[in-house]
Each structure stands twice: as structure tokens, then as C-alpha cells.
């Protein structure tokens, strides 16, 4: 019989994204590349987070494995809460890992990995109050999320520009979206206001996040000599090109609101894209990329045949092997 890694149980592909996330931060661990090195401005209270790891770098290197494991299954579990493809698939938790840190690592992995996972929560909050219908819970906390993100990682504020988007899309109502504004304003008035408390200005975290938003770490895309991260990163973007031309060649797959939701999501990959050409980028990027990339992929990957997937989650997990030896 075909073993198909594409409709694995979901203890498979947990099992299989452990391994990867664990052989991803041991080649981190012991032989980084240059880009790797470089890290990304933080505000408070992303600061702490930094100022932790740089302490206790074992602890915060572990940690950051947890945070992106934990990250990964949450991808996993939304996307079949949604019911966003055909067939029942968690192949979305492996292809996270591989993305998010099978490519490249941060320097501060867990305030991105953490900055990662409030995106996570944000696209979770917007697309269950979108399924739910209105929703003044979900339209907060996807608000609140979105300005936490960017505390933990500056360019993770390029993803504010996701709630109109989801206004439009998701036609949001007017008191939603005032109850949305709310829970945007609330951490960055709390951080501002508990900074003020301590005998600080009270717009300095604001501040501070804006130039580190706009300071250049001296992070470019092509920068990297490893042949191998440029080649996984070309056949991530061939994957995820090849998943938007098939939603859009084929409309009867899915229902009108699932389809929608994969369209939001096109639209997320993008905005994750052109945080790569913020001057504060940094390889934590590839966190945040791997959030759309990897709910888009299956969408390619369960019209294929079982053999052409296979051969394609195959491809990626040795070209990460080969990415411990290969620079």
C-alpha cells in the first residue's frame, strides 16, 4: 500500500514536526550562518524577552523550539476547524516547521517565535468571527493580538495592515470594527501608560517601535551563501505560486466562505512577503511567512497525485538535512 505523507494522522505530522523543529535549532546551535546573527529591534516588552535569551541562551534557544512547536500545531488546528480544503489534512504543521526554521533562524528566535504566535492568534480571531458570524470577542482580541505582535518584533507591524483588508473581506460590521480599534489601542496605551508609571515618557515605547521599525540591520533576502536555503526558498515560492493558481482556476472545491478565507490568506502572504523589504527584516521573517505559506501549500499538494506530494515533502526535509552540512 502508498503511504501518503500528505493525509498522515494528525500524531504523524506532530511527530514529524517535532523532528524537524529539534533538527533545525541543533543546526542552529552548533554551526549558524551570518544572517542569523543579526537581530531584529524590539520595544518592551520584547525587550525582556531578549535580555532573557541573550542571559540564558540554552533556555531561550529550547524555548523557542516550543513556542514554534506550539505555533505549528495551531496552524494545524485552525485550518481544519475552518475546513479550508477538500480532504482532511494536518500537513500544514510539518510544512510550518520547515518553513518557519528548517530555512533560517533568528538571532532573538523567541521573541519572533512569540511575535509569530500573536499573528497566529490575530488570522485565528479574524477568520473565526468571519465563520461565526458577528462576534465582538473575536473582532477584540484579533485587534489586541495584531498590536502585540509588533512588540516582540518590529516588522510584524506590517500586519496591522490586515484588519482593514479583513473589513473588507470579511465585511465586519461598524461596531465590530469599533470594538477592533479598541483592543489595536489597548497594549500599546497599557505599555505606554506602565513605561509612564515607572518615570518614562509616555510615548516612548511608541517611539522606540517606530525606528526600530524603520532601522536598518543590515539583513538582505539575497544575501545568504548557502545554496541550499535559496533553493528550499525558491521551491517554497514555486509551491505557494502553483496553491494560488489552482484557488483561482478552480471555484467549485470548496464553499464561498472558505474560499474567502484562503483568498485572505493570499493576501497575508503577500503583506509576510514585503516584511523582507522592511530596512528592520531580520531571518525572523521567515517565521512569519510561514504562517500563509504553509495553510496555501495544501491546496496544491492534495490535487497532485500521492506520489508527486510525497516527492515534494520529501524534497524539503533533505535539502533541510542537507542544510546541516551545505553552506
Request: with cysteine; hydrophobic share 60%.
Amino acid at each position: 500500500m502508498q503511504v501518503s505523507l500528505i493525509r498522515q494522522t494528525p500524531v504523524a505530522s506532530i511527530l514529524l514536526m517535532l523532528m524537524l523543529v529539534v533538527a533545525a535549532f541543533v543546526r542552529f546551535a552548533t554551526a549558524p550562518y551570518g544572517d542569523e546573527l543579526l537581530a531584529g529591534g524590539a520595544t518592551l516588552p520584547g525587550m525582556w524577552v531578549d535580555a532573557f535569551h541573550s542571559k540564558y541562551p540554552a533556555w531561550g534557544t529550547v524555548l523557542s523550539a516550543v513556542v514554534v512547536m506550539f505555533v505549528g500545531v495551531g496552524v494545524g488546528r485552525n485550518v481544519t476547524s475552518l475546513g479550508l480544503y477538500q480532504a482532511r489534512t494536518t500537513v500544514s504543521i510539518p510544512l510550518y516547521a520547515i518553513l518557519s526554521c528548517g530555512i533560517f533562524i533568528a538571532s532573538d528566535s523567541l521573541a519572533v517565535a512569540l511575535s509569530s504566535y500573536f499573528v497566529l492568534q490575530m488570522l485565528r480571531y479574524l477568520c473565526g468571527g468571519y465563520v461565526r458570524g458577528t462576534d465582538f470577542n473575536f473582532a477584540f482580541f484579533a485587534g489586541f493580538y495584531a498590536a502585540l505582535a509588533p512588540m516582540f518584533y518590529s516588522p510584524a507591524l506590517l500586519f496591522v495592515l490586515l484588519l482593514p483588508v479583513a473589513v473588507l473581506m470579511f465585511g465586519l460590521s461598524w461596531r465590530e470594527i469599533v470594538v477592533m480599534i479598541a483592543g489595536l489601542l489597548l497594549p500599546f496605551a497599557s505599555i505606554s501608560y506602565i513605561h509612564w508609571l515607572c518615570g518614562g515618557d509616555f510615548a516612548m515605547p511608541m517611539v522606540a517601535l517606530f525606528e526600530n521599525f524603520v532601522s536598518h540591520n543590515g539583513y538582505t533576502l539575497w544575501g545568504s551563501e548557502s545554496v541550499v536555503a535559496l533553493t528550499m526558498m525558491g521551491l517554497s515560492l514555486f509551491v505557494v505560486i502553483c496553491a494560488i493558481l489552482s484557488f483561482f482556476g478552480d471555484k467549485r472545491t470548496v464553499a464561498l466562505r472558505q474560499r474567502t478565507i484562503l483568498a485572505f490568506y493570499i493576501v497575508v502572504f503577500v503583506v509576510a512577503c514585503a516584511a523582507f523589504a522592511l530596512p528592520s527584516a531580520t531571518t525572523g521573517v521567515f517565521m512569519l511567512v510561514a504562517l500563509p505559506a504553509s495553510v496555501l501549500m495544501p491546496v496544491v499538494l492534495l490535487r497532485l497525485s500521492d506520489a508527486v506530494s510525497n516527492l515534494v515533502i520529501v524534497l524539503f526535509v533533505v535539502l533541510m538535512i542537507l542544510h546541516f552540512f551545505v553552506a
